[in-house]
């Protein structure tokens, strides 16, 4: 049982958009811990795809966004494209637990 | 672009222990914090436990913190994790990356290749 809770799948059509939620407490992304997210594509290691709940690296696409409320977090992708197939994982830090990732999320592209 | 490089694969029995590194390609950690993250075969995302390679700090995950060490060797860019009495539990791919920390926020910025460390008998 992962401290953030994120849906174990999503899916959608290509052209179209998802979001991915990541749900927290009071002591991690209530707490005012930023949350961050890693794409993981098959067989690779995760990389890093938000940071600061909403800014983006360099190279990461402007499809990709994230947004945090309270003690939730969202990616939204949209113009869902077959390459976006993949794990997508929040991060944030629990006051009592240190780094904490929530369980994973596989996206599908129809 | 920054590259880090882990050792190669490993297997072990059940009680020894294991130690993976973890070296930098063309730039220094000295200013950095390193992150291990491990996962089990078809599993999640498990935070192992982080590294300040400016001043040797540690801070380990609860569930690890008796049978883990993370070290740095500045002098040749590497840090290192050691993992102790190891059980089929520990089977994972173990992975090391450079942590940012701003504003006591942490992320990770770039990330090994991940080294598979299979715990059999």
């Known amino acids: 049982q992962s401290v953030l809770a994120q849906p174990p799948s999503v899916s959608g059509a290509p052209g179209q958009t998802v979001t991915i939620s990541c749900t927290g407490s009071?002591?991690?992304?209530?707490?005012?811990?930023?949350v961050h997210w890693y794409q993981q594509l098959p067989g690779t290691a995760p990389k890093l795809l938000i940071f600061?709940?909403?800014d983006r690296p360099s190279g990461v696409p402007d499809r990709f966004s994230g947004s945090k409320s309270g003690t939730s977090a969202s990616l939204a992708i949209t113009g869902l494209q077959a390459e976006d197939e993949a794990d997508y994982y929040c991060q944030s830090y629990d006051t009592s637990l240190g780094v904490v990732f929530g369980g994973g999320t596989h996206l599908t592209v129809l | 672009q920054v590259y880090l490089v882990q050792s190669g694969d490993e297997v072990k029995k059940p009680g020894a222990s294991v130690k993976v590194s973890c070296k930098a390609d063309?730039?220094?950690?000295?200013?950095?914090?390193i992150s291990w993250v491990r996962q089990a075969p078809g599993q999640g995302l498990e935070w192992v436990g982080w590294?300040?390679?400016?001043?040797?700090?540690?801070n380990y995950a609860q569930s690890l913190q008796d049978r883990v060490t993370l070290s740095m060797d500045t002098s040749t860019n590497i840090a290192y994790m050691e993992l102790r009495s190891l059980t089929s539990d520990d089977t994972a791919v173990y992975y090391c990356?450079?942590?940012?920390?701003?504003?006591?926020?942490?992320?990770?910025?770039?990330w090994g290749q991940g080294t598979l460390v299979t715990v059999s008998s």
């Open positions: 600061r709940n909403s």
């Open positions: 063309g730039h220094s950690l000295i200013n950095y914090e």
């Open positions: 590294i300040a390679a400016y001043s040797g700090k540690t």
């Open positions: 009071g002591s991690n992304i209530g707490a005012a811990y930023d």
């Open positions: 990356a450079r942590q940012i920390l701003r504003m006591r926020q942490r992320h990770n910025d770039y």
